[in-house]
């Protein structure tokens, strides 16, 4: 069990880090200190009371990046209660069904997901609230003071909408706290780390998701080991852009981060390159979290077109000199990102290879993680200067990993981790629970590789998406795809098998497309070019014997992966 107690984190921070900046809205001149953020607690901690909420009743989220995203978090965990956030791009049907399958009492979004729900969907919620001022929208599920069966009902079933708006809660605050709230007025839920913090509910690939159950000491354990490490330290600059209610961005770029003492800017827009680089250039951030989708556009639409020239292809090849033009490349890089941070944690899904190699030649300060929301997510991690090229770092010092049924010749099999970070199971799913845990405790993370004697984890693809080749090899889709969609006129690409041979479904690139005034015909000669290339590279069972071209973008999961069961060649 970790030592820290989840809850007095929180608190032990807001007390340490008063008078610090703690939150603020990018493009929005407003910043909160610790000390407003700790207020802002306690109002709802007031606002919980009006509407009767119990230790561990659910509190469902559900909004874009945002301080008060962030304080209703923090303040639905410290008042002992459990939260669920839900991505703010999931669908309305998969929106009710969390709601309602969590037991969710109350329910705060933002104003316009709020529009896109139905209320009569929502059987469990009795009160939703504004994301953007804490004002109550409506009071749902509300009953008589009696039942049919004259029993008294639960005082949750008849709230009173006056008595929840911001003006009743401020005039409570101030008879609660008379001569202003102060750092002695912090007073958290008395809740053990066993005890269960958050449900967050996965993306899934059929059907809805899975509830994992997170509790506070999975939640602690990512925490201090951002401490420990020095990932987050007080007066650190973040900027949050990845979805707070992914696993991810929650553990580090905000949970790790407030407990820390860190100044966090929140991006509530879509993180597009050119929305991020404004905010890196601004910001400065001293570390920054992302997945490999930002990191590889940058890669694709700043530094390819620049190393692909055939002068910079040869000046590469020639000894020292192309170290002086790896250097300029980097350098610009690094300034483009804010020119401050120590190093770029990359995970959430594999680095494209190419990527991954070109910027470790250039000696760029990244490394790459591994989790998965089973874990809060973090499974391994290695600083910069200790990361191996190709893993995605160690397993981490309060975590064990194994490899299940290793292939005799390769050593490949199911990376299994168990330690304080792994979840207590699914919500109200046993049999899904006893489907990934194998009887010594082990979680199964569904994906293959292996492990190194000093507990580096290579990941080689999906246990789900390997395709078994005509002799017995293992075929990894995913790294047939990473070649691919560095070839031009490629934005992405799907690798299916059919009748024993592989086929790529490609999504051109319209805009590079359009701008070189291709017609289809050229656009299939393109293709085939690329085809080749990559089958130049690849062994001779992994070769694509063909090129589909896709009208639209893969619909993808809220985190970014292609939903690869919807898919088949024509």
């Known amino acids: 069990m970790v030592k820290e107690n989840f809850i007095e984190l929180f608190a032990d921070s807001f007390r340490k880090n008063w008078d610090l900046p703690g939150y603020s809205d990018y493009g929005e001149n407003d910043t909160l200190t610790y000390a407003d953020i700790a207020r802002q607690v306690a109002r709802l901690h007031l606002l919980f009371e009006q509407c009767h909420i119990r230790r561990d009743d659910k509190i469902a989220l559900i909004g874009r990046n945002s301080s008060n995203w962030a304080i209703t978090y923090v303040a639905t965990v410290t008042y002992g209660a459990v939260i669920v956030p839900i991505l703010h791009d999931f669908n309305p049907n998969d929106v009710h069904h969390i709601a309602n399958h969590s037991e969710s009492k109350l329910l705060f979004t933002g104003d316009s997901i709020w529009e896109s729900l139905e209320e009569e969907k929502l059987t469990q919620v009795k009160a939703v609230f504004s994301l953007r001022d804490f004002r109550c929208l409506t009071l749902l599920n509300q009953h008589e003071a009696a039942g049919e069966d004259g029993q008294e009902t ?10 929840l708006q911001p003006d009743h809660i401020a005039r409570l605050f101030a008879e609660r706290y008379p001569n202003g709230f102060t750092r002695d ?131 590469l090849n020639i000894p020292l000199l192309n170290q002086t033009i790896l250097g300029q490349i980097r350098k610009k890089l690094v300034d483009a990102l804010g020119g401050e941070f120590r190093e770029i944690i990359i995970g959430g899904a594999p680095l494209n290879a190419e990527v991954e190699e070109f ?27 200790e990361f191996i090229p190709k893993s995605c770092g160690r397993i981490l010092d309060i975590m064990e990993v194994k490899i299940a049924d290793p292939d005799p010749a390769t050593g490949e099999g199911e990376i299994c981790v168990r330690g304080e970070n792994v979840m207590a199971g699914y919500y109200k799913n046993p049999e899904a629970t006893a489907q990934t845990f194998d009887a010594d405790g082990w979680l ?15 990941i080689r693809g999906r246990a789900k998406t390997m395709i078994l080749g005509a ?100």
């Open 154 to 163: 639960d005082p949750i079933d008849r709230l009173e909408q006056d008595k």
């Open 185 to 315: 007025d912090i007073r958290y839920a008395d809740k053990l780390n066993s005890e269960l913090a958050s449900i967050n509910y996965t993306s899934g690939t059929t059907g809805f998701s899975k509830g994992v159950m997170t509790t506070c000491n999975n939640l602690a354990g990512n925490v201090t080991f951002g401490f420990r490490t020095k990932l987050v330290a007080p007066g650190y600059r973040i900027v949050c852009f990845l979805p707070m209610a992914h696993a991810y961005g929650c553990a580090f770029d905000f949970l790790a981060s407030t407990c820390a003492g860190c100044h966090i800017h929140f991006i509530g827009k879509t993180p597009s390159p050119k929305v991020l680089l404004k905010a890196f250039a601004e910001v400065r951030p001293s570390v920054i979290f992302t997945v490999p989708l930002i990191i590889e556009k940058i890669y694709k639409k700043q530094i390819l077109p620049l190393i692909a020239k055939p002068t910079m292809r040869w000046v």
């Open 359 to 385: 910027f470790h030649k250039m000696k760029f300060p990244f490394t790459v993680g591994y989790g998965m929301t089973e874990c809060a997510p973090l499974i391994s991690y290695a600083n910069k200067d």
């Open 444 to 458: 199964r993370t569904g994906d293959l590789g292996t492990v190194d004697q000093a507990g580096n984890i290579f």
């Open 471 to 570: 002799n017995g090899q293992n075929i990894y889709p995913e790294e047939i795809e990473s070649r691919l969609n560095n070839m031009p006129y490629v934005m992405e690409s799907l690798v299916l098998e059919s009748q024993g041979k592989l086929v790529a479904l490609v999504y051109p690139d319209y805009e590079a497309v359009d701008s070189q005034h291709l017609n289809k015909e050229q656009l299939e000669e393109k293709m085939e070019e690329n085809r080749q290339a990559v089958n130049a590279l690849a062994g001779n069972y992994e070769k694509i014997t063909k090129i589909q071209l896709f009208p639209h973008e893969f619909e993808k999961t809220p985190k970014k992966s292609i939903k690869r069961y919807l898919y088949n060649v024509q």
